[in-house]
Nanobody
């Protein structure tokens, strides 16, 4: 059973940066496609970014393109989401998710494992 633990959330001013991490255990991290999702209060969960097990292929939501970068370190069993130029509308709980070797997906229901989430708050 794969376990995912997010870290790195916090309070930041608009225009600032945060780097989220997702530490995986209990499985073969290098075989997992990873994704980041977020959920703001009163809103549905939405896709942010995803990366294949090899790190070669990535995909971003339009809201993340040009500002966020997803990456991974298969030696450290950790995935990352670098978030720059943050906006108040980026405020949400950010979740790391993983699925077995598979193409990238923006659909949360296609992910098998989820972390507990980390809060990101961007003040104006």
């Amino acid at each position: 059973q794969v376990q995912l633990v997010e870290a790195g959330g916090g309070l930041v001013q608009a225009g600032g940066s945060l780097r989220l991490s997702c530490a995986a255990s209990g499985g073969t991290f290098g075989r997992l496609t990873m994704g980041w999702f977020r959920q703001a209060p009163g809103k549905e969960r939405e896709f942010v970014a995803t990366i294949t097990w090899s790190g070669i292929s990535t995909r971003y939501a339009d809201s993340a393109k040009g500002r966020f970068t997803i990456s991974r370190d298969n030696v450290k069993n950790t995935g990352y989401l670098q978030m720059n130029s943050l906006k108040p509308e980026d405020t949400a709980v950010y979740y790391c998710a993983a699925r077995s070797i598979a193409p990238t997906s923006s659909r949360g229901e296609e992910y098998d494992y989820w972390g507990q989430g980390t809060q990101v708050t961007v003040s104006s």
